[in-house]
């Protein structure tokens, strides 16, 4: 069984930082590709960042320059360090993992709120 878990998320002022962890465990024999996505209030689910096992990146347009996807493979983990925050950055972030082949696997979601 494979656990996919986030942590990290909060409230923060506009302008601020706040740096995502995602952990995966369980029976992995195979990590690939890694990513973030986020679902804001009353929208669809939206790519945020991803990262491949080699540590290509890609970002969505939104977040260029000012979010950062990085991935430590000796503790299959992958992080989001998010600067200059924006109230449109408000969302419930999830984390997603491509494990053993193919296989997609989400968490559980961590909220991110940009107020002041």
């Known amino acids: 069984q494979v656990h996919v878990v986030e942590s990290g998320g909060g409230l923060v002022q506009p302008g601020g930082s706040l740096r995502l962890s995602c952990a995966a465990s369980g029976t992995i024999f195979s990590l690939n590709a890694m990513g973030w996505y986020r679902q804001a209030a009353g929208k669809q689910r939206e790519l945020v960042a991803t990262i491949s096992s080699g540590g290509l990146s890609n970002y969505a347009d939104s977040v260029k320059g000012r979010f950062t996807i990085s991935r430590d493979n000796a503790k299959n983990t992958v992080f989001l360090q998010m600067n200059s925050l924006k109230p449109e950055d408000t969302a419930v972030y999830y984390c997603?993992?491509?494990?053993?082949?193919?296989?997609?696997?989400w968490g559980q979601g961590t909220q991110v709120t940009v107020s002041s």
């Open positions: 997603n993992a491509n494990i053993n082949a193919g296989l997609l696997y």
